[in-house]
């Protein structure tokens, strides 16, 4: 059965797809390969979840703080009927757009190497802008258990800003593991935008919505998920670092 989140759509014509994203996705994926119709509904379901992140984006009113960093990062979260608790984390990162989305989404295995909080595998790659991921992940403060995320990711410019949006979904590739609770993520929308001031700078906003599953309390999970979006960044930003000074 496929996430509540979002439904697959097997079967959809080129035309059609053309139709509801307004591009020709089959001329941005390889032109040596034609691909299935499960492909394009992995496309589709990108393309949906993109649509969902840029409307909760526009919402301005009803943000709470969840936490509040010297350095400049803010998470705020907001209870949506459709998704739940949705988290807004936001900051300015010191390197430009096209390097963060080269380590966020391009170098997505490399990921492992400085993401202290997750692991994530790359089950399959659809075209230059679809990827299919498999995640564990370890909760900050070993508050809550492990889970692992099966997840379709896509990729999408739209003028200066880059848009890498994720939820949950099935693969063959990756079924429920025995002993290992499968969470669900709702929506995930990373927001990669050059700082007017200073182009060489960039605005991180990233959206996130989970269904961990399992009795946990309300309290519990939004630390976990807020401080895990505070870590995150940190992370980021220390390996930038790093490999700025080793280049």
């Known amino acids: 059965m496929l996430p509540a989140t979002f439904k697959l759509c097997c079967g959809i014509s080129h035309e059609h797809l053309r139709q509801m994203t307004g591009m020709d996705q089959v001329d941005r994926l390889d032109s040596h390969w034609v691909p299935s119709?499960?492909?394009?509904?992995?496309?589709?379901?990108?393309?949906?979840t993109l649509h969902c992140?840029?409307?909760?984006?526009?919402?301005q009113d009803?943000?709470?703080?969840?936490?509040?960093?010297?350095?400049?990062?803010?998470?705020q979260s907001?209870?949506?009927?459709?998704?739940?608790?949705?988290?807004?984390a936001e900051a300015v990162v010191d390197f430009p757009v096209d390097r963060l989305h080269s380590h966020l989404f391009e170098k997505v295995e490399e990921m492992n190497d400085w993401n202290h909080i997750s692991q994530r595998e790359v089950?399959?790659?659809?075209?230059?802008?679809?990827?299919?991921?498999?995640?564990?992940?370890q909760c900050p403060g070993n508050l809550i258990g492990q889970r692992d995320f099966v997840s379709v990711h896509h990729s999408k410019r739209r003028g200066s800003?880059?848009?890498?949006v994720g939820t949950a979904t099935c693969?063959?590739?990756?079924?429920?593991?025995?002993?290992?609770?499968?969470?669900e993520t709702g929506l995930t929308c990373i927001v990669l935008k050059p700082l007017e001031s200073d182009k060489k700078k960039?605005?991180?906003?990233w959206l996130l919505s989970t269904d961990l599953k399992g009795w946990i309390p309300k309290s519990v999970v939004s630390y976990a998920t807020s401080q895990s979006q505070v870590d995150f960044i940190n992370h980021l930003q220390q390996h930038l670092a790093i490999s700025a000074a080793q280049a």
């Open 202 to 205: 960039t605005k991180f906003t």
């Open 123 to 137: 089950l399959q790659r659809i075209g230059k802008d679809t990827l299919v991921t498999h995640d564990i992940v």
């Open 62 to 75: 009803g943000w709470q703080v969840e936490i509040f960093q010297e350095s400049g990062i803010l998470v």
């Open 161 to 164: 800003a880059l848009f890498l």
């Open 78 to 88: 907001k209870f949506l009927p459709s998704l739940g608790k949705v988290f807004r």
């Open 171 to 183: 693969s063959d590739l990756m079924p429920p593991q025995k002993g290992s609770i499968r969470a």
């Open 37 to 48: 119709s499960a492909d394009l509904s992995y496309v589709k379901q990108g393309e949906s």
């Open 53 to 59: 992140a840029v409307g909760i984006l526009q919402q």
